[in-house]
């Protein structure tokens, strides 16, 4: 079985520039969701997407964008970056869309730096 | 702003003994929550979910919930060095998402 992918898994940008973050899900499962985690902080949600369409959304701003492709695989785009984007993106799949139906399984992340 | 509220910790134990994690949270709507753990540079795993009121029993862990508190718990039985990680409480929100809090440092003393 398959586990979560996510690449890169360290990256370090500047103010303003853009980053694009990928995630290949577990065998199976049709849905990603993409978490933000500060250091000492909790995940915070960003977005899931549920067979390519975004059906949940945290409180982050538009130039955070997200796609999810055929094979459920999925992006996470950031525009305009800023220093306090630095964290731990985790995205984690799971079988169906519903938090209530099962367990997330986490892929290793990936540490954006911003400067 | 829904929250969910955890001790920071560090929470030292000694090996062998019970360790005892709690968590409140705030949304008296939230159906079902998580324990995962996370040991320091790697991502969350699943350990516990529990969605009834009372305990929900598997192996070493238990989870208690009592809605009517807004209180969840996790107990460690027989603590093992190997158990030295951040817990994290996660409850079930709007929008298919998981509200977390901030995490308890667990430490087992060998």
């Known amino acids: 079985e398959t586990g979560v992918t996510q690449s890169p898994t360290h990256l370090i940008k500047t103010r303003g520039q853009q980053v694009t973050l990928r995630c290949s899900s577990q065998?199976?499962?049709?849905?990603v969701s993409w978490y933000q985690q500060a250091l000492g902080q909790g995940p915070q949600f960003i977005f899931q997407?549920?067979?390519?369409?975004?059906?949940g959304r945290g409180n982050f701003p538009p130039r955070f964008s997200g796609l999810q492709f055929p094979n459920y695989s999925s992006e996470l785009n950031v525009n305009a970056l800023e220093l306090d984007d630095s964290a731990l993106y985790l995205c984690a799949s799971s079988l169906e869309a519903g938090v209530n139906t099962g367990e997330l399984f986490f892929g290793e992340g990936s540490r954006l730096t911003v400067l | 702003q829904k929250e969910v509220e955890q001790n920071s910790g560090p929470l030292s134990v000694p090996e062998g003994a019970i360790a005892s994690l709690n968590c409140t949270y705030s949304d008296r709507g939230s159906q079902s929550f998580f324990w995962y753990r996370q040991y320091s540079g790697k991502s969350p795993e699943l350990i516990m979910f529990?969605?009834s009121n009372g305990d929900k029993e598997d192996g070493r862990f238990t989870a208690q919930l009592n809605k009517a508190s807004q209180y969840v718990s996790l107990l460690i039985r027989d603590s093992q060095p190997s158990d030295s990680a951040t817990y994290l409480c996660a409850v079930s929100g709007s929008n298919y998402q998981l509200i977390w809090g901030a995490g308890t440092k667990l430490i087992i003393k060998p």
């Open positions: 065998s199976g499962h049709n849905t």
């Open positions: 997407y549920y067979r390519e369409e975004e059906n």
């Open positions: 529990i969605y």
